[in-house]
């Protein structure tokens, strides 16, 4: 009788055990180690943003944010008087030049300084990203106002001048759209993480410098604001996936494509 010791190699290896199928929580580690985290990150971040608008949105449809509204909105006004912004004269004039960087002129100027500096680059598809970006985010901002329809606050007086309604606040969805998109794909390039955390927190400082602003000059509830953030950030998102989608599968320009030229 041949011991097990003495059998053949391929014997023993037929009379070896199957290896045990993965549990399923073994294959949801692999199918997240299989994809990049900061993909995961900003797919989260994401649907967070949406999220947090549709929950807005609810709550000012049915009027349950109107105390809070109010309370923020007057407690940008000096107590004694409601008609004057609190601060010196210079402060209510910084306001409207940084409500000014959410405005549709300056974005259209920055858009298009942005666009032709790509197109001399040679990153034709980036430069299509970033007009997805602004004008998509303009396009939305405005459908989203005409089916909300909501009135400006009538508190205080309006220290600048107002065309459109007021939910959600399209300063600061255009401000979040534009530059968090633009700060993120200027933050790709960059190989310096603090160069990348600048460009990035230098974006997100504009964006709250302008809808801080639309509170304090009293164009917009800050329901309007955050609203306008929450959407605006989810647009940018979701334009950085789209651009790092079609970067991956070779439709968009990488750093290198251009160095020849």
Not at 193 to 211: E, F
Not at 242 to 254: I, K, M
């Amino acid at each position: 009788m041949v011991s097990g010791e003495h059998q053949p190699a391929h014997t023993r290896a037929r009379a070896r055990p199957a290896p045990a199928a993965p549990s399923a929580w073994a294959r949801a580690l692999q199918w997240i180690g299989g994809r990049e985290l900061s993909v995961l990150i900003v797919l989260f971040a994401l649907l967070t943003s949406f999220w947090a608008f549709v929950e807005l949105a609810e709550e000012v449809l049915e009027g349950d944010t109107g105390a809070f509204d109010r309370s923020v909105l007057l407690a940008m006004r000096e107590p004694g008087d409601h008609s004057n912004p609190i601060g010196p004269g210079w402060v209510e004039e910084t306001g409207r030049d940084f409500t000014a960087l959410g405005g549709i002129p300056v974005l259209s100027l920055v858009t298009l300084g942005v666009v032709g500096y790509l197109l001399l680059d040679a990153k034709r598809r980036v430069a299509v990203v970033v007009l997805v970006a602004t004008v998509g985010a303009l396009g939305a901002s405005t459908l989203l106002k005409q089916t909300f329809d909501r009135p400006r606050p009538d508190l205080v007086p309006h220290e600048t001048r107002v065309y459109t309604a007021s939910f959600p606040s399209g300063h600061s969805m255009l401000a979040a759209s534009t530059y968090l998109t633009l700060g993120a794909l200027l933050a790709r390039v960059q190989r310096r993480r603090r160069i990348k955390a600048y460009l990035l927190l230098l974006a997100v400082l504009v964006t709250l410098l302008v809808g801080l602003s639309r509170v304090y000059l009293g164009v917009h509830w800050p329901t309007d604001v955050l609203a306008g953030w929450a959407a605006g950030s989810g647009w940018a998102l979701g334009c950085w996936l789209l651009a790092r989608w079609l970067q991956r599968h070779g439709q968009v320009e990488t750093q290198d494509d251009s160095a020849a030229d």
